[in-house]
Each structure stands twice: as structure tokens, then as C-alpha cells.
């Protein structure tokens, strides 16, 4: 199995500034994603954080909007930039193991932009 | 499109009393379907995991189905606690760049 934690667990930011959410995981771990969870929503696909190289962006997600660094094989970081209160959200980072099915997630980092 | 639905959107039963969650997709290829519980704050923690193959599988007190011919699947909770209070969120696996295709979730709330 692998836990997984996030940091923060959530902030509060204001408008036009940037924030950067750490996912580590006590194992190492094949893939890692990003998604992010609007309230009564359920998660969306932001990206595949792709180890030594940039991360593959579902569509409606930009680089230059959400930057995502995976420097080895069980940390990640998440950068939501130019906050909007659009952004307000909790985002979430996953991982799966080698030879399983199983996607372990983390608690989320629960982000409120004002 | 890939899509799962979930009914209903939301339930309230009383604590002891046995509830049963819905689930329907459209997802093609389809390798397995996954019921999750996200406590509020919390992210999701797999419940259940079943493949083509298999028709039900149970975890405690929660008993997943799956009749992959219909496209549906059910989560069964017997006995509910207060602790069951969470959203339950169905997820197939087959589509998408990680392969999952979620449902909205059911939200269920247990009365003491």
C-alpha cells in the first residue's frame, strides 16, 4: 500500500498570487496525478506528474497556469498561479503501484481565493 | 463519452438501517470498476475492486456488485454507523490518461 500526504491541508489565498502544494508519498510509486474536487463535484484529471519531465495536461489545463515538478519517484509539487477565485477548489494527489489496480489519494489541500 | 452515474445524488437513512448505491457507465474499454469513500476534508479511500469477472465482492459491511452485460453496479451497506456518513464515489477504469472515469458520488448522511 502507499500513504500518501499533501501540504498544505489548506489556505487561504488572495487574489493574483501563487501557491505551491507538496505531495509525498511514502512509497514509490509508478504514476502520480493531480486532480482537483469542486464543491458537490467529483474529481477532474488536471495532469500526469511525469518524473524528470513535463507533466502531461488533460484538456482546459495549462502549464502556465498549473506548473507541476516531479523531481523522483515519490514527491510532487502543484503550483496554482495568478490566483482567481475560480480557483477555490481542493486538489488532490494520487498514486498508483507497480502491478496493482489500487490509486491511492491524498487528504487534499483545500484552497479558498478571495 | 466515457460517463458513470450515480443515484441518488444524495440519501439520509437512520443508523442501523441497510442502503443501497447505484451506479451505471458507459466506459469502453472497461478493466475494472472501483467504489470509493471520501470523508468530508478527506480524500477517497478504495473500498472495492472488481474486474470483468467478477460479480460481487465485500469489504465488512459493504457488498459491490457488478453485472458488467448492464453496465451497472451497485454498493450495498448493511447495518449502517454514523462513521458511514461520507460520499461514496463510484470510478471505472478504461478511459482517460489515468484511466478513470468518476462519478459525481452519492452523499449519505446517517441519522443517529
Known amino acids: 500500500s502507499a500513504v500518501i500526504s499533501q501540504k498544505p491541508s489548506r489556505d487561504i489565498c488572495q487574489r493574483g498570487t501563487s501557491l505551491t502544494i507538496q505531495c509525498q508519498v511514502d512509497s514509490q510509486v509508478t504514476m502520480m496525478f493531480w486532480y482537483r474536487q469542486q464543491p458537490g463535484q467529483s474529481l477532474t484529471l488536471i495532469a500526469t506528474a511525469n518524473q524528470g519531465s513535463e507533466a502531461t495536461y488533460e484538456s482546459g489545463f495549462v502549464i502556465d497556469k498549473f506548473p507541476i515538478s516531479r523531481p523522483n519517484l515519490t514527491f510532487s509539487t502543484l503550483t496554482v498561479s495568478n490566483m482567481s477565485p475560480e480557483d477555490s477548489s481542493i486538489y488532490l494527489c494520487?498514486?498508483?503501484?507497480?502491478?496493482?489496480?489500487?490509486?491511492?489519494f491524498g487528504p487534499g489541500t483545500r484552497l479558498t481565493v478571495t | 463519452k466515457n460517463q458513470v452515474e450515480q443515484s441518488p445524488q444524495s440519501l439520509i437513512i437512520l443508523e442501523g438501517k441497510n442502503c443501497t448505491l447505484q451506479c451505471n457507465y458507459t466506459v469502453s474499454p472497461f478493466s475494472n470498476l472501483r467504489w470509493y469513500k471520501q470523508d468530508t476534508g478527506r480524500g477517497p479511500v478504495s473500498l472495492t475492486i472488481m474486474t470483468f469477472s467478477e460479480n460481487t465482492k465485500s469489504n465488512g459491511r459493504y457488498t459491490a456488485t457488478l453485472d458488467a452485460d448492464t453496465k451497472q453496479s451497485s454498493l450495498h451497506i448493511t447495518a449502517s454507523q454514523l462513521s458511514d456518513s461520507a460520499s461514496y464515489i463510484c470510478?471505472?477504469?478504461?478511459?482517460?490518461?489515468?484511466?478513470?472515469?468518476f462519478g459525481k458520488g452519492t452523499h449519505l448522511i446517517i441519522q443517529p
Open positions: 494520487s498514486g498508483t503501484l507497480a502491478d496493482s489496480y489500487e490509486q491511492y
Open positions: 470510478v471505472v477504469s478504461g478511459g482517460g490518461a489515468d484511466g478513470l472515469t
